[in-house]
């Protein structure tokens, strides 16, 4: 065996599971997944528009879906998404303009981002679907 | 510098003919264009809580509504399937990855269109 194909015995990337993944990281994968949660979340606002064309028994039965316990909690999870997607999307855009890319300043913006969608979450639950 | 490949070997080395940063520059483009019809609809969406067909109906017809409507679920849907073919990307390889970003992109489009469809029925009659 040639020394250059020798098996190397170095340390392996840490595991997802053991490994405490850092509030950068989190948020990053957040955005990923909110997006997703979106992009369904966009072809249900297109299900809303053509029930609301079709009749209103379709739109009843659309409705009845809506203020059901499920109904609640994707409607819920639709504004999270929206207002974390959209803060972190305009966190995304400074980056691409070349700013705040520093670590303490990732840290900081990242933070604004939680704040800023928890804030707005939090009112629009309130307000919109009267959770709390 | 210490060049020696011919000028065209050179020039292709540089990248593709300008066309490989259309997907990145539409993602960006529809973001920005995304911010402000998501606030306009989630407050929207907050103030129709609990209203019923009749209401919605005419919410939906008026025809600034409509325009900023086809917008949001135009522009919305064309963001998300660019964004999904990303994910597709990252995650899947081969057959599945092509299949699987066509039937995006072609869902995408059957539901945008659909909706179009559905929001000018309300506001024109039909």
Redesign the interface.
């Given at each position: 065996m040639s020394v250059a194909n020798r098996p190397v015995h170095r340390p392996l990337s840490p595991h997802l599971q053991v490994y405490r993944l850092p509030m950068l990281a989190i948020l990053s994968i957040l955005h990923r997944a909110t997006g997703i949660a979106l992009a369904v979340g966009a072809l249900y606002l297109a299900v809303w528009v053509m029930c609301a064309a079709a009749s209103p028994r379709t739109y009843a039965t659309f409705q009845g879906f809506n203020v059901s316990i499920l109904g609640r909690f994707v409607l819920a999870g639709w504004l999270f998404s929206a207002f974390f997607h959209l803060s972190n999307g305009i966190r995304h855009l400074f980056w691409d303009a070349g700013y705040g890319f520093e670590l303490k300043d990732a840290y900081r913006s990242g933070w604004i981002v939680v704040a800023v969608s928890a804030v707005a979450t939090a009112l629009s639950w309130i307000v919109g679907l009267r959770l709390i | 510098m210490d060049d020696r490949r011919t000028p065209l070997a050179r020039a292709r080395g540089l990248g593709s003919a300008k066309e490989g940063v259309h997907h990145w520059s539409a993602q960006?483009l529809t973001?920005?264009a995304?911010?402000p019809l998501?606030?306009w609809f989630?407050v929207s969406?907050?103030?129709l809580?609990g209203a019923d067909?009749p209401v919605?109906?005419a919410w939906?017809g008026s025809p600034l509504v409509m325009v900023m409507?086809i917008l949001?679920?135009g522009i919305?849907?064309h963001h998300?399937?660019l964004?999904?073919q990303v994910?597709w990307e990252d995650y899947t390889a081969g057959a599945v990855r092509l299949v699987m970003i066509v039937f995006t992109k072609f869902?995408?489009a059957l539901?945008?269109l659909?909706?179009i469809?559905?929001?000018l029925?309300?506001g024109l009659g039909g």
């Open positions: - | 960006r973001a920005i995304l911010i998501v606030v989630a969406l907050v103030m809580s067909y919605v109906r939906i409507l949001t679920i919305g849907l998300a399937q964004g999904l994910v869902l995408a539901f945008g659909g909706a469809v559905a929001i029925r309300i």
